[in-house]
């Protein structure tokens, strides 16, 4: 579209959503671990190019329920230019339930609780956040943007606002000697939070990042196991939806906090006691993420 040739990312929840590329590339674009828009140079298309998108695709999908912006960190643009843009679509697909996008925690800081709640009028819906971690240094290390305390405000502000907050975490990203200093600040800043969603993923180091250039080695398999345990044993979690079914999980798990807590304490239990898990390497990879 209009260009944009690079690879387009959506969340797994977003499969069934018409995605519509309003961006390319990440505003910031700094984090260490992440190869996602790597070599893309971030651009806003403009809003008469965002229109003439919304135009055609309303009259191709004029029945579209669902639509994901992209790319990422939608979130960053002004207020203003949020609002025309949700206008329009509100406008052009009129059975429109719900409109989503990424948004780092800098980018939703930036707006004022009424923004925020105007937007929700619009019917934006859920903000994908990857918070990555609860641990400052982890943070500070692969070059976060903002501290796990900023993102927990921008959680709970937008929450406030109506908006729900998908928020995901890295398993592994700490390395083997933070492991556990990571999993538990990453339970006590998403017990802070409390995100209606809430995705774990493993770290699987790519080529094309900084952190695997710079000697990064993942946690072996039994490591990254435990470590998710000791994140779940922490969670105080009033009303949340809990994933780790990415293909880069070693034990697909799925749950709703509270009620599911022991259960999957259970099946992580009973997975490192079975001696499955590889003691020395990360094991096998996806072959795709």
Not at 61 to 88: C, Y
Not at 246 to 264: A, T, V, W, Y
Request: some cysteine; proline content about 4%; glycine content about 6%.
């Amino acid at each position: 579209m209009f260009g944009s040739t690079h690879t387009l990312f959506r969340p797994p929840a977003e499969a069934d959503s018409l995605i519509i590329r309003v961006a390319d590339g990440c505003p910031w674009n700094g984090c260490t671990f992440c190869g996602m828009y790597k070599g893309v140079s971030y651009r806003f298309h403009g809003l008469e190019k965002a229109e003439a998108l919304f135009f055609r695709h309303g009259k191709q999908q004029p029945q579209a329920r669902r639509i994901f912006l992209a790319d990422g960190d939608v979130m960053h643009l002004d207020f203003q230019t949020l609002e025309t843009m949700l206008i329009s679509l509100n406008e052009k697909f009129r059975r429109l339930t719900r409109i989503s996008v990424y948004a780092n925690g800098a980018s939703i800081l930036a707006k004022t609780d009424d923004e925020l709640r105007r937007l929700k009028e619009l019917k934006l819906h859920t903000l994908y956040m990857g918070l990555e971690s609860g641990d400052d240094e982890t943070l500070r290390t692969i070059n976060k943007r903002e501290t796990a305390a900023e993102m927990t405000v921008a959680g709970r502000r937008a929450q406030a606002a109506g908006l729900r907050m998908s928020v995901m975490v890295l398993i592994g990203l700490a390395g083997k000697l933070r492991s556990m200093q990571h999993a538990r600040a990453t339970a006590e800043t998403v017990n802070a939070m409390q995100p209606r969603l809430l995705s774990a993923l493993r770290l699987v180091t790519t080529p094309d990042t900084p952190l695997c250039k710079s000697g990064f080695k993942m946690i072996a398999e039994h490591d990254a196991v435990t470590e998710l345990r000791e994140m779940i044993h922490g969670l105080q979690l009033e009303q949340t939806v809990f994933r780790a079914d990415h293909s880069s999980n070693i034990i697909p798990l799925e749950g709703r906090f509270p009620k599911d807590k022991e259960k999957l304490l259970t099946l992580l239990n009973a997975f490192i006691s079975s001696g499955r898990p590889d003691r020395t390497s990360p094991g096998q990879l996806p072959w795709i993420l």
